[in-house]
């Protein structure tokens, strides 16, 4: 295979192409579950009916036109990518970004291949003797990360293509409230948009992670709970009211000392999560909450959101 030609053709950088070819080798991929299926385990995902029509108007059929063999290529080798990293947990890369707007099959690549391995995590959690209730609410962030890309006009796919390979490898549950992400010696904390971020609910997760963890992840031994977000960031205090869900969020936690986040800008992470666009202007976003209002505020005025760290025990 020439990889220089595959890049030219996928429209991506022979080094992201040399990675996975690298990455995957000719490790096992895994089958798409049969589109007579696909329906079904769409609606268990989530997915919302707009998107689902998406999704199957793109199926990878043999022969489909709308898949060339450099597509057909890269799906096969994502799917191969991420399972022969089962079980781990940290950031994954399934492939490059693709330009999406060249078509459904390039859109939905690696929704694709997320459907290739719902066979494959679903066996992960069955080997662990995780409940197929947690199994379907986790791999169900898929139909959520959709909407909100589509909410965000289709902004917000790279980084959420990166982030459910933790779903599709076993490395992240939804326990509750919160998405509980296995690491070397925290649990690390995920906040899902899923209504307020309440104390009972929040108390509740983590009641939930401290009984599962040790029951199906026996050999792991965890002494925190952590969390990385822009929702610990102490300035939301000069704005936030003190009994806030957020700032009574915050004060569970010991903040780590402040380093810049490697590869990711706090301000855009804050943009994203709060207005869901990255690119409309400062003075053209919502004011209707609190919140809104502080974000704009903030970097109107010229000053800069933070993505800090903080942990406590278990
Ligand atoms: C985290 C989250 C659930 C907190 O919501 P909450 O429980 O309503 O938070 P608070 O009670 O502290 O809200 C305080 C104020 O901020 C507003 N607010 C909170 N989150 C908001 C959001 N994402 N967008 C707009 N306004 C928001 C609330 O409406 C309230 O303002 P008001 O009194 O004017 O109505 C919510 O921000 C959210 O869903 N965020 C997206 C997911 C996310 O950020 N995850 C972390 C990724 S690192």
């Known amino acids: 295979m020439d990889l220089d030609d595959t890049a030219a053709r ?5 080094e992201d192409v040399e990675r996975v070819h690298r990455l995957a080798g000719d490790r096992p991929s895994a089958p798409l579950p049969a589109k007579a299926d696909a329906p079904a385990i769409l609606q268990r ?4 009916p707009d998107d689902a029509a998406e999704i199957m108007a793109g199926w990878p059929d043999p022969g489909s036109p709308l898949w060339t063999p450099e597509l057909r290529w890269l799906l096969d080798r994502s799917i191969a990518l991420v399972r022969a990293d089962l079980g781990g947990y940290g950031w994954l890369s399934p492939g490059p970004e693709l330009p ?24 992960y959690h069955r080997d662990h003797g995780i ?8 791999l ?23 982030w459910l390979t933790l779903h599709a490898r076993g490395g992240l549950y939804e326990l509750g409230r919160l998405q509980h992400h296995r690491g070397d010696t925290a649990i ?19 009641d939930q992670a401290r009984a599962f963890f040790p029951r199906h992840f026996p050999d792991e031994r965890y002494t925190a709970f952590s969390c990385g977000s822009w ?34 800008d706090p301000d855009v992470e804050a943009l994203r999560f709060v207005f869901r666009s990255l690119t409309t202007p400062l003075d053209q976003l ?5 919140l809104e209002r502080a974000i704009a505020d903030h970097l109107r005025a010229g000053r800069h959101w933070r993505w800090c760290r903080g942990s406590f025990p278990i």
């Open 10 to 14: 996928l429209g991506v950088s022979v």
């Open 45 to 48: 995902l989530a997915v919302r």
């Open 100 to 123: 999406r707007e060249r078509g459904p099959a390039w859109r939905h690549l690696y929704v694709y291949a997320y459907l290739a391995l719902v066979d494959v995590a679903t066996g």
């Open 131 to 138: 409940a197929a209730d947690v199994t379907w609410v986790t």
């Open 140 to 162: 169900a962030d898929l139909g959520r990360n959709l909407a909100v890309d589509r909410r965000m006009n289709r902004e917000g796919w790279p980084v959420m293509q990166s």
């Open 188 to 206: 690390n904390l995920h906040i899902p948009e899923s209504g307020p971020l309440t104390p009972q609910a929040i108390d509740a997760s983590l």
């Open 231 to 264: 929702l610990l960031d102490p300035q939301l205090l000069e704005y936030l009211p003190e009994d806030s869900n957020i700032a009574r969020f915050q004060r569970r936690f010991e903040l780590e000392p402040y380093e810049e986040p490697e590869g990711l």
């Open 286 to 290: 919502p004011r209707r909450t609190v």
